[in-house]
């Protein structure tokens, strides 16, 4: 048992790190929770900052979820893991997913930035790449549709948020892959989570005053523009 909870501990603590904020301020001493949608997420470092800002904290909050679901969960050893299969399904991809949720949470309610965190869409996406990662490359592509076609990058997370159970489903019940239903589950209940964590950007989208990428050039952000 001390094994499930130093896991979970970790991988929160992990989630915690608030790659965003901290980014934003080691490269341009600004605080983005000040500026553009004042989330604590790659996307307004990205708004706020500029693309190195904006990318290393991409890098940083995939890396969470990754780490915490494909390491975190497969190295820490102290007391033998408790059997957490039910319906049959698999103990390690149970506790992966249950790894990788602390991640997220941590990433959203971040003990290291006032337990205001970003949406942990990147997080999330680490985790399940480190669990199913051509499931996730799919779902990865569903993302660079969307945004290419519709330049709204909270509109491209939330279909890929509901691609990713969906691809779950028709690989392993119309071609037979070997995926844990459990993933199944968990993608259908972080669908859920991140359309509801979005549920201001839809508001918005439906009135038509969502930020919208002018340019997939590298971003200036808020500051290169002279905003700031």
Known sequence: MWSLTVILLVSYFL???????WSSKALHGVDIRNYGSKNCGATNAFRVVGWQAG?????????????????????????PIPNLGVLGWETATVLGLMAGLMAVVGHMYPIFARF??????????GMLFALTPLTMALTLGVFVVVLL????????????????????AVRRYAFGVNLDPSILVFGLVLAVA?????????????????????SFKPAQGMLGRGEL
Not at 149 to 168: D, K, Q
Request: proline share 2%.
């Open 194 to 214: 991140i359309v509801v964590a979005h549920r201001s950007n839809i508001q918005r989208l439906l009135n038509g005053t969502e930020s919208r990428i002018s």
């Open 149 to 168: 076609a519709w330049r709204y990058v909270s509109l491209a997370s939330i279909s890929a948020a509901v691609a990713f159970p969906t691809l779950v």
């Open 15 to 21: 989630g915690s790190v608030p790659g965003a904020l």
């Open 116 to 125: 205001k965190g970003g949406k942990g869409v990147n997080t999330a996406a």
């Open 55 to 79: 990318a290393l904290a991409t890098l940083v909050d995939f890396g969470k979820g990754f780490v915490s679901a494909g390491v975190v969960a497969a190295t820490i050893r102290i007391d």
